[in-house]
């Protein structure tokens, strides 16, 4: 072959080289960061501390500015953790990140222990709202107990929506929810206020896309449960719907929570599962304890001192309004079935973390009594006024011989 036709070969080989290359497509640094992130997940390899931080808040910020391409990549990284399980370091990790996305850092000036309490969701019974009322019951019987929350997620009304609909005020400024904990012992806040990704997250959970891509992460709800914590509270009890209760109290003791109480509630049998302690049936709870060393042990709502309730009874109603008048109703003393049971068993638990029960037993107890003595309610009147709510809205849900 002659050189003229030998370099004619190389050079359309050349050139044929340079137009794939050209067609190649660019990636945006917002994906092509997480190939080597994705791979790692892929080989089911884990996550160090910086890298699962980064990549929480690189998502984080995407959620919060709405990035039509954010679902995909929720799915991937989420959906990668999942499959391979996270490790407490990787939580640990997710944690700092959501704790660096917070607008407001709050420091209370009161002389108990701060308690918080919430659910991750995920229920196999849709309940009513329980742990907003826990909470308030809680403060009404001596604890400081502080509730965040939001819209809706996986439930009929979420704690904001159950709180805005009962007359208190979700959205007051960071100095009137300072000054309600310090001077009543209680708050109800939306997350948002502190979280600037919390509305978008919840608007993707709404979306008609969700079915899709959310079952595939179990991991999100893990980051939450662990992460969560508007009040920068020490203390929480935090309910999880998914037999990992040890894992989650871990998690707790490694990012440098006193105490925690982390309850999965089941029915009669496991095809019932709830995010909070149970009157059904059976709660197996992993309980962190001061000196840092878990505890899980499983404990049933007869040994709590109230009997074995109905399915059906704790069932949430189709209603935001509807759902705000049975929890006035039990705070007030109007219900005595299986709903106020329920709400006095998580009530007990706050109590128990919050050292003014030395056990969850006596926890119940304190919480009955502070339903009969007009207390519960009181605190409800006393949070809508203090938060600059709506007191319009508690008496339209009051019975008659209550307003």
């Known amino acids: 072959m002659c050189k003229r036709a030998r370099q004619g070969g190389i050079l359309k080989r050349a050139s044929r080289s340079a137009t794939v290359a050209s067609e190649r497509p660019h990636y945006p640094a917002k994906f092509s960061w997480w190939t080597p992130i994705l791979g790692k997940l892929g080989q089911r390899k884990d996550l160090d501390f910086g890298e699962a931080e980064e ?112 007359g208190i005020n979700v959205d007051s400024k960071p100095a009137a929810v300072k000054r309600c904990v310090e001077e009543i012992g209680t708050a109800v806040w939306a997350s948002a206020s502190t979280y600037p990704w919390m509305n978008p997250l919840v608007d993707l959970r709404n979306s008609v896309t969700a079915p899709v891509f959310f079952p595939l992460m179990d991991s999100l709800r893990l980051m939450i449960a662990t992460a969560l914590n508007p009040f920068s509270t020490k203390r929480q009890v935090r309910g999880i719907s998914t037999p990992q209760t040890e894992l989650v109290a871990k998690v707790f003791g490694r990012i440098g929570y006193e105490r ?19 009157n059904l049936g059976s709660t197996l709870v992993s309980e962190l304890l001061s000196n840092g060393k878990i505890d899980t042990y499983q404990i049933n709502c007869e040994d709590l001192g109230v009997r074995r309730g109905d399915p059906k009874e704790i069932m949430a109603r189709d209603t935001h309004l509807e759902n705000a008048r049975i929890v006035v109703n039990i705070l007030a003393g109007k219900d005595c079935t299986s709903r106020r049971d329920l709400i006095l068993v998580n009530a007990a638990a706050i109590l128990y973390l919050a050292d003014e029960a030395s056990t969850l037993r006596e926890g119940c107890e304190l919480a009955s009594n502070a339903i009969d003595d007009g ?17 319009r809205k508690l008496s339209r849900l009051l019975p008659s011989t209550l307003i």
Request: charged letters at 25%; aromatic letters at 6%.
């Open 375 to 391: 207390d519960a309610l009181q605190k409800v009147r006393e949070l809508v006024k203090c938060s600059h709510g709506d007191n």
């Open 260 to 278: 925690a109480l982390v309850p999965l509630g089941y029915g009669n049998d496991d095809s019932i599962r709830i995010d909070e302690f149970s």
């Open 55 to 166: 990549a929480t808040l690189r998502i984080l910020k995407l959620i919060e500015r709405r990035d039509k391409e954010v679902p995909v990549l929720m799915a991937s990284f989420f959906g990668s953790l999942s499959s391979k399980g996270p490790t407490i370091e990787e939580l640990a990790a997710m944690s700092s990140a959501m704790e660096k996305t917070k607008r407001v850092k709050f420091n209370f000036s009161v002389d108990k222990p701060l308690v918080t309490a919430g659910g991750t969701g995920g229920d196999t019974l849709k309940t009513i709202n329980v742990t907003t009322p826990a909470v308030l019951l809680a403060a009404s019987a001596g604890a400081v107990a502080v509730k965040s929350g939001a819209k809706a997620f996986s439930s009929n009304t979420g704690a904001t929506d159950l709180a805005f609909a009962i």
